[in-house]
């Protein structure tokens, strides 16, 4: 096999792999790494119906029952009631701390099965088995787990790091188009806050042609961050490049505007902005929004300023009216300002 494993170092340790028809193997890497009695599957009924089959076959290969939980897929599963229904799920099918919970789907999974499984009889292990590109290139990775309440995305949550992440590449495949773009946004912010040559190479090349090493390039950068911030109080900020203008694109179109399209958008007013501000290297702008444009996503945002300057300022990144803004000074570097909320203003158009 020629996947690429890479070791993820925080508080837990945990290793990353990346490569081909890996779910059909799925049961011995899980077995190996945390040796669980029961696996409760977590999915949402797209990803259930197309993969899990696969995965359950191969942890029962390995004489470890299997237990399935399927929601409703999208955003609104991603709150409490679900979260609730899974523990009591968990709890109804008597697993225990040496049980384990798979979160077998995209972000939305990732984030309610970890959320789950970090709370449920105060921890039990869980695998990321993601199959968005976003979940493979972000939100697997890092131990970040939430759920959204009515007041906000993400607003209840907690660090907790998985025992193993397996990204088996093959299931990209049946990814619609425009969930393959979402990730593409994210996949594009790694290059610009981190790796130059890595946004040249996907300036040009296609990258779907080369979309297993992407994978893994920007899980290594989401490494690199993740390991000297854990718990995010500094370098991982860098990771929001794009997100507090984009959140505030995401809340002014009442969520129609998905995460990766937002996030695109607010990448790009930023650039324009830093590098008006004589901050940012000329023609950075110019060489963002090109690639943008590549992979199918906007760099312009709709709203009004005033109105998307107000939407993030009550994102949960605004400390005693200060704002970490992540502003790029070139391609492939990216700093961390703080500048007060009353300012965002200027940046927002
Ligand atoms: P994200 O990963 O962007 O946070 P979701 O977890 O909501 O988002 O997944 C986005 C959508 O894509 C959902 O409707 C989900 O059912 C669907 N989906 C996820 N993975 C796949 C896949 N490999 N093939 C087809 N559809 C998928
Ligand atoms: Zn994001």
Redesign the pocket.
Known sequence: MNEKIIHINTSKEYDVVIGRNLLGNAGEMIRKAADPRIVAIVS?D??FA?YEPVLKESLTRQGISVEQFVFP???CSKCISVYEELLEFLCERRLTRSDMVAAL?????GDLAGFAAATYQRGINYVQIP??L??AVD?SVGGKTAVNLRGGKNQAGCFYQPSLVICDVD??S???ER?YK?GCAEVIKYGMIKDEAFLMNLKERDAHEWIDDVIARCVEMKREVVSADEFDTGERMLLNFGHTLGHGVEKCSDFSVS?GFAVAQGMAVITKNAQIKGICAEGTYELLTGILEKYGLPAVIKYDPEDIAKAACVDKKSQGGQISLIIPEAPGKCVIRKIPAAEIIQWAS
Do not use: I, R
């Open positions: 949402d797209n990803v197309l897929h999208g955003e789907g995209g972000g939305v999974t199959t968005t976003l979940a939100s299931t990209l049946t990814l619609p969930e979402n995460h």
